[in-house]
């Protein structure tokens, strides 16, 4: 888990195709882009400025990585700053540099690493215990090797089910916490508008999308069972909760 938070710059400009701005760009919407995350980012007291990248895809989205505050990128995607009007994309880079402000990377990582930890040692005790046997002189022995590495395998998948239950839950309310940052950071009405716009372009999808990416997103598409294995909450109760906080 550490050695992929460490990684995780490198591993998005490599599977997301993640161009970074320069500085010195002469492109006028670049600069506006770099702006407003230097912007936010002074607002949110990050010791070191993020990386800044685009990555060309026509789905609407953004994504915060890093493996901590004085190293992280936010990206955005080609569609977002197409279709995005000025509000909507301070909003959404609100909610990105929330997300490294709350140091949300390093805590999933920890998270994931505790789940996988405990996964790992409960189905291997839970295997010796439950493969144990006794002989004539009532001694316990353990069983056949076989017999032990069968139900280590099918407790490793109860578990790591559940814990992905765990995981998936504790992002949804990272996401919750980023909408509040992002609010306080960019304006409570920009992120509305934000995840508004977000909702219109819903149902756009790019075709390559990375799976592995899709977590570090600013949205994703839960829908029946699987909502408990989303790592976002729909879009319309994220609205909501802010409207409400408005109220």
């Known amino acids: 888990a550490f050695i992929s938070l460490a990684l995780s710059r490198i591993m998005a400009k490599w599977m997301m195709g993640v161009k970074i701005v320069s500085s010195n760009t002469r492109d006028p919407e670049l600069r506006e882009l770099l702006q407003t995350v230097h912007e936010l980012s002074r607002a949110a007291r990050l010791p070191v400025m993020p990386e800044v990248g685009i990555y060309d895809s026509p789905e609407v989205n ?4 890093g493996p901590s505050k004085s190293r992280s990128l936010v990206a955005v995607s080609s569609g977002l700053l197409q279709r995005m009007k000025h509000e909507e994309v301070k909003g959404v880079l609100g909610h990105e540099v929330a997300h490294i402000a709350n140091g ?6 920890l998270i994931q690493g505790v789940v996988n930890a405990f996964v790992m040692f409960l189905a291997r005790a839970i295997a010796f215990a439950l493969t144990m046997t006794r002989n004539q002189d009532s001694e316990e022995q353990q069983g056949t090797p076989m017999s032990y590495y069968v139900v280590q395998f099918v407790l490793e998948m109860i578990f790591m089910i559940l814990g992905s239950m ?16 992002g609010a306080r950071l960019a304006g409570r009405g920009n992120m509305i508008q934000a ?5 219109r372009t819903f149902e756009d999808v790019d075709p390559k999308e990375q799976p592995a ?3 570090l997103k600013i949205s994703s598409r ?9 790592t976002h909450p729909p879009l319309e109760e994220r609205i909501e909760r802010l409207k409400r906080s408005v109220a």
């Open 166 to 181: 765990v995981v998936a839950w504790f992002s949804r309310y990272r996401e919750y916490r980023a909408d509040s940052g």
């Open 104 to 109: 949300d990377m390093v805590t999933m990582t």
């Open 195 to 199: 995840l508004e716009g977000l909702q």
């Open 213 to 215: 990416m899709q977590a």
């Open 222 to 230: 839960p829908g029946g069972i699987m909502s408990l294995f989303s």
């Open 62 to 65: 953004a994504f915060a990585t």
